[in-house]
């Protein structure tokens, strides 16, 4: 059924709607949903447009796929998708798919846009953030008192929910508005505290505007390396908050980069290394399975579920992974091959930081500066604690850093 998209103009028009349907659309936008031999949009653009498709209407498969329209490229189409399609939605797929040649974008005024107008924030100085389909705890490194938020949820249940876990993070105070169906006939805007959250009857198609304020019992992240200790869950196997900030300044995250923390233990390298920017990503090996879990917890706590866990040693548990970007090892560097095998994995311009407390994986380190380069630093921490109703140094285990850049 496809056609050459090499056409003389583009063969697809995205065509962003709103709640107010073909009212909000500009003559353009209606000439391209009229003139096009198939729609596809969600059930509800579908309906919103009605008067205006002369073609066929197609709704989106589920599990959703963009096949049915690839199937007809270069035949006349249109696109229907909620406000901007390339905020958060089909657009970003499309532009995947197609060459900018082929398509024409018509956007209408995003969800936080109108939002935005509604209550008279600059947008500009607004944190927004989508947790439709995504889970709730992305929000958490984002709760730091004075800020304000734009959130998008998946249904009705979910401002109810965010507002709980608002509440359990001592957030409890904050200002949460409730944005519904905005821009359309059934728009509504109702505001409450998320500690007494009580609202009913909401709308599937919602925003939360939360302006953040904080109890003295507060969980808030800060996105700078070295967090307290005392913010994560441990057995003591913990890359202490000194040498975690030293150790992350080492391994220098890069936005889009990925790292592979080996032998995570409580797994605060990985979330760090997430917590400095949201398009980075983080796999946790861990030999233990009761860490694994404490890893996944912690990553939940500090609103980074996308940490990724793999149970089992290197080098045998690293087989098959995504390619790094930057390996830390902070226990089990002098397990047989671990070294050969980062080392070689890693790719040009790849970065390798190894902590060593023991002789054995200093030795290891030691020569392994000696061949290959790098930097090499110790670390020695000493920390004032009580003694004998006084106060004395206390110094903790040294650690020989090896930074190691791959040529």
Request: with cysteine.
């Amino acid at each position: 059924m496809s056609a050459d998209p090499a056409l003389s103009g583009p063969w697809l028009s995205i065509v962003g709607i709103g709640e107010d349907g073909a009212n909000g659309l500009s003559p353009q936008a209606e000439r391209a949903i009229s003139a096009a031999r198939f729609v596809f949009g969600g059930t509800r653009h579908l309906a919103l447009a009605h008067d205006l498709i002369r073609g066929e209407a197609i709704a989106w498969p589920t599990p959703f796929s963009i096949t049915p329209l690839l199937e007809r490229r270069g035949l006349p189409c249109a696109v229907l998708a909620s406000g901007d399609p390339f905020l958060y939605g089909v657009g970003n797929l499309i532009a995947k798919a197609l060459l900018p040649s082929e398509y024409l974008s018509m956007p209408a005024p995003s969800a936080f846009s109108l939002a935005a107008n509604r209550l008279g924030w600059p947008l500009a100085d607004a944190t927004t953030l989508s947790l439709h389909g995504r889970p709730l705890a992305l929000i958490r490194p984002h709760l730091s008192p004075g800020r304000r938020l734009l959130v998008l949820t998946s249904d009705e249940t979910a401002p109810a929910s965010i507002s709980a876990l608002l509440s359990a993070g001592g957030f409890g105070p904050s200002r949460v508005t409730l944005m519904e169906a905005l821009g359309g006939p059934l728009e509504r805007i109702r505001t409450a505290h998320a500690e007494a959250f009580d609202l009913k009857e909401i709308n599937p198609l919602n925003l939360l505007a939360i302006e953040v304020v904080a109890a003295a019992d507060a969980r808030i992240v800060s996105r700078v390396a070295g967090l307290d200790d005392a913010l994560y869950e441990s057995d003591g196997q913990i890359t202490k908050r000194e040498i975690r900030a030293l150790t992350l300044s080492a391994l220098s995250p890069r936005p889009g980069q990925r790292l592979w923390d080996i032998g995570a233990g409580s797994g605060s390298v990985g979330i760090e290394w997430m917590l400095a920017g949201a398009s980075l990503s983080a796999i946790a090996i861990e030999p233990r399975a009761d860490r694994a879990a404490r890893i996944r917890r912690n990553a939940e706590a500090f609103g980074v579920p996308g940490l990724a866990v793999v149970e089992g040693s290197a080098p045998e548990a690293l087989a098959g992974l995504p390619v790094p970007d930057a390996i830390f090892i902070g226990g089990g560097a002098s397990r047989p091959g671990v070294l050969d095998v980062v080392m070689t994995t890693l790719p040009s311009s790849g970065r390798l930081v190894v902590n060593a407390v023991t002789l054995e994986t200093e030795r290891l380190v030691l020569a392994a500066h000696a061949e290959q380069g790098g930097s090499l630093i110790r670390i020695a921490i000493d920390r004032a604690l009580p003694l004998a109703g006084m106060t004395a140094w206390e110094p903790a285990r040294p650690i020989t850093q090896w930074t190691w850049v791959r040529p």
